[in-house]
Structures are given as structure tokens and as C-alpha cells.
């Protein structure tokens, strides 16, 4: 089959009329659709709160333990009894 016969049988393909679908299926497909749109709305509700925990946890540790402080030195002692 050469490239002008593919494109003619193509071209019969796509005029012809589109098959009946039956309604079983489409109800089906609206079914598992829905479904579908729940569990990402679910799974991107649960991602937001995970985020949102980490930022709140992260705030919390970064202001219990000031990382940004230089701590003391322990390299001279003290000075007393000026």
C-alpha cells in the first residue's frame, strides 16, 4: 500500500458517519469520570495540606532553633576580675 492509497482510505475513513454509541458506555464513562475528577481533587487537597504542614513545621523549628544565629565562641575563655 503505498502512500496515495493510505491517504484515500483515510479520507473514506473520516467521511464516513461517526458509529452510534450506546448509552451503557457513555454513562459508564461519565461515571469513571467524575470519579476520576474526585480522586485528583482529593489528591491535590491532600498535597496542599502536606505543604502547608511543612511550611507551618519549618516556621516553628526556625524560630525554636535560630539557625541564622552565629553561635558563641568556645575557642577563649571568659575574661574576668577586670
Known sequence: MNRA???ATVRRILEQRPPQVPTELYEEAVRRGGRM???RTA???LMWL???VAAVAFTVWAL???P???PPSQTTPP???W
Open 50 to 52: 502536606v505543604l502547608a
Open 79 to 81: 575574661v574576668t576580675g
Open 5 to 7: 492509497e493510505r491517504e
Open 37 to 39: 475528577l474526585r480522586r
Open 68 to 70: 541564622w544565629v552565629e
Open 43 to 45: 489528591a491535590r487537597r
Open 64 to 66: 525554636t532553633a535560630r
